[in-house]
């Protein structure tokens, strides 16, 4: 069974950096793309960032490109994203998730596997 658990997320002021980790665990992931998404209680989930594990190819949504980097680590099964220049509106509840197919996608609803989420804070 996929397991995904995010850490990292916490409290810091706006222009500062936070690095989110998603470790997985149960699944074959050089067959997978792995997102991150994040929620508020006013808005539905949306897209951040997603890289494809196999090739290293990567998409960002408009509101963090040239401010978010994500990656991952094949040796420790483990998907990172870097937030740097952090924004008030930043904050929310940030989900990772992994998808099973050859295309990459932006949309949540079609991915398989949930992390619990991590708290993420940004003061103005």
């Known amino acids: 069974q996929v397991q995904l658990v995010e850490s990292g997320g916490g409290l810091v002021q706006a222009g500062g950096s936070l690095r989110l980790s998603c470790a997985a665990s149960g699944g074959t992931f050089s067959r997978y793309n792995m997102g991150w998404f994040r929620q508020t209680p006013w808005k539905e989930r949306e897209f951040v960032a997603v890289i494809r594990w196999s090739s290293g190819r990567t998409e960002y949504a408009a509101s963090v490109k040239g401010r978010f980097t994500i990656s991952r680590d094949n040796a420790k099964n483990t998907v990172y994203l870097q937030m740097n220049s952090l924004k008030p509106e930043d904050t929310a509840v940030y989900y990772c998730?992994?998808?099973?197919?050859?295309?990459?996608?932006?949309?949540?609803?079609?991915?398989?596997?949930w992390g619990q989420g991590t708290q993420v804070t940004i003061s103005s």
């Open positions: 998730a992994a998808h099973r197919e050859v295309v990459v996608t932006t949309n949540w609803k079609l991915y398989d596997y």
